[in-house]
């Protein structure tokens, strides 16, 4: 559990006293219930490793400044916002059994999520579209099975339900617009506690696509044949409902592509790319996002230091910019905002990266939008 005098004395001077005065306020009842803008209208969430060995989780506001920093208990990787209040779960790097519930006005943990027993997390969840029910996706790992697990969050997150996600190895979730339609990457991994990271699967894998309705599937999508060792790590969703996803390459060789975009009631498009410049991402996507307008897609590939623009319509590729570990990545005013393993912190125009002043930080994979 994360404490409170130690959360409040790490958040930022000026915010830390406004959240301080606007929770006091809160406990006499005088106040209306508390917004993102009440914790320093914070644009972005990122979870982070510190200089000093420790972690954190940071709310970043739209010129890229930190307006909040609270500690974590270990490494995290993806965090989910809440769509009404200034409230946050932070997710464990995968696999984990572990997540923590932060008010990020207080800078305190309001909960911590324990996977039941013979389940891990895989790092993402995400809200229903009222905030009254979270979902994560887990590895049910003694049948190799993808689940989805449901939390009652007025009930203090307590778990309540699980249903499966379609496939094996889910990452990956998001609510499609104005709807609590759940897309899933079923990534086709299978993995066990016991083992770590290793994949046990790679002859058999095969990854999809799932939109899940009330715990049903309502559709899936497959990629072609020559894709089958292609695994569906990452998702963007459009304003109007169309997902792009970030894949990982498990097979021999160079990938046939690592980027894909699926609409609704059609065929996955894929992205195509010359042989060498596939090889230059190494056969991973870090994080994916859509531009404000829908018109871009941007994917980040850490190991080969790259971040690609691509044309959503007609899935090629616009531009290609190399940035030194290079992971999360989302929209901006400009087009969209970065981070790197390093600590920097960036936006992307239609020109070159702008970078700001680095933090002491080594952000982790996903800079998640509010």
């Known amino acids: 559990m994360i404490g409170k005098n130690r959360a409040l004395k790490d958040a930022a001077g000026p915010n830390s006293r406004r959240r301080q005065f606007i929770a006091g306020l809160l406990a006499v009842g005088v106040v209306p219930a508390p917004t ?3 914790a320093g209208k914070p644009a972005y969430l990122a979870a982070a490793a510190r200089s000093d060995g420790t972690y954190a989780l940071c709310g970043l ?40 519930v932060i008010d990020c006005l207080s800078g305190t943990a309001k909960a911590r999520l324990k996977a039941p027993e013979g389940l891990h997390f895989y790092g993402h969840g995400a809200f229903s579209a009222s905030g009254d029910w979270l979902f994560t996706t887990e590895n049910d790992y003694a049948s190799g099975r993808g689940n989805i ?31 609590d339609v759940l897309v899933v990457a079923n990534g086709g ?12 699967n790679i002859a058999t894998m095969q990854s999809n696509l799932s939109y899940l309705l009330d715990g049903a599937v309502m559709e899936q999508a497959i990629l072609p044949p020559h894709h089958q060792k292609n695994s569906i790590r990452h998702l963007a969703l459009s304003a109007k409902g169309d997902v792009a996803m970030g894949m990982q390459w498990e097979g ?19 992205a195509t790319l010359p042989d060498d410049l596939l090889r230059a991402l190494d056969g991973y996507i870090g994080s994916i996002a859509f ?3 829908g018109k871009t897609i941007a994917v980040t590939s ?17 531009s290609r910019t190399a940035i030194n570990d290079v992971c999360g990545i989302a929209p901006c005013l400009e087009g969209f905002a970065l981070t790197t ?13 702008r970078f700001m002043p680095a933090a002491a930080h080594s952000w982790d994979n996903h800079l998640v939008m509010i």
């Open 36 to 38: 993102w803008a009440d």
């Open 61 to 100: 506001n739209a010129s890229l400044e930190t307006v909040f920093r609270i500690p974590l208990p270990a490494r995290g990787h993806a965090a989910a916002a809440h769509p009404l209040r200034p409230e946050a779960v932070a997710f464990a790097r995968r696999p984990g059994t572990f997540a923590v």
């Open 149 to 179: 697990g449901v939390w009652d969050v007025a009930a203090g997150y307590r778990r309540i339900d699980g249903f499966s996600s379609g496939g094996i190895g889910p990452h990956d979730i998001k609510r499609l617009p104005n709807s």
């Open 189 to 200: 991994i299978d993995t066990h506690p016991d083992t770590g990271r290793a994949k046990l």
């Open 252 to 270: 021999d060789g160079t990938s046939p592509a690592l980027v894909a975009r699926h609409s609704r009631g059609s065929d996955i498009a894929v």
């Open 291 to 293: 531009s404000q307008n």
């Open 302 to 318: 850490p190991r080969g230091s790259i971040l690609d623009i691509y044309d959503a319509d007609r899935m090629a590729l616009a």
């Open 341 to 353: 393993g390093t600590g920097a912190l960036g936006v992307l125009d239609t020109t070159e990266p």
